[in-house]
Structure formats: C-alpha cells, structure tokens
C-alpha cells in the first residue's frame, strides 16, 4: 500500500545502471527477494530512474531487500526408510504427529531463511543478509522548454 496521504499510482519507471542488470520490478512495495538492486554488483555507478515522463515529485522512498523466506516446517520423504515415511524438520523437538504414511497436514509458518535451513535451494548469499542503503543522492534532469 502507498504511504498514507499519497493517493496517485506509482510510475512506469525504467531502471538502469551501467555496470550491472537491474530487475525492472525492483520498487518499493515489490516484496519480491529478487527484485532488488545491488549496490555492490553496481561498483560505484549509480542507480538511474527514467520515470518516463516529466513530473512534479512529491514523495520519493527507498526500501531494503525483502528477505527470503521460507515455510516451516520443511517436509521431505525418509530415504532412511523402505515404506513411505515423511521426515518433519525438528519433529523430535516439536508435538507433529504424523502417521506413518500419512503426509504431514500443518501448521505452517512463513519464517525468514537462514543459511543451512534444511531443504534450501542455493540462493545468493546476498538474499539471506540485510540490504538497504544507509544514505543516498537524488539528482533530478529534466529536459528545457
């Protein structure tokens, strides 16, 4: 949702930069952990915006990379075992019950990923470290009448 008081829609913007890709759904209110620019991919160059149109600004922000999240708890088939069992992450911990054969029904939790999460897909260690910017320049060019 946008910030209270701003009531127009956000630009079509163009986002570049020239020392690397930028993910064109890398905006704020895009909760994506992808869509994120990489200041330490961008090696000193910095951010360009074309909002495509000329335009008074009112409200300009910035938001960090969304975390990376995952369900809990994950559930995988037991290799250990011939007939079908499911392994439940930390079931030896926690009160799953689950009948053998049965596949695990919940509760589910979204949690953030930590590196060695169990059943987690390589992912840049980026997305699983903090990202925003503590400080930024706005320069504005605009074309003469």
Known sequence: DPPEGVSAPQL???LRCR???VPQDAVVRCNSTASAWSVAS???HPLDIDLGATC??????????HPLTRLYPHVSMNPETKRKRFRVEDEEHNA???KPGRRYQGPWWTVKCEKGDVGQKEYP????EPQWVSKYELWA?????
């Open 42 to 44: 961008a090696a000193g």
């Open 141 to 145: 060019r605009g074309e003469e009448q």
């Open 56 to 65: 008074d600004i009112a409200h300009f922000s910035t938001q960090g990379r």
């Open 96 to 98: 799953f019950s689950i």
């Open 125 to 128: 260690a980026q997305w699983l």
């Open 19 to 21: 020392a690397s890709k």
């Open 12 to 14: 079509k913007t163009l």
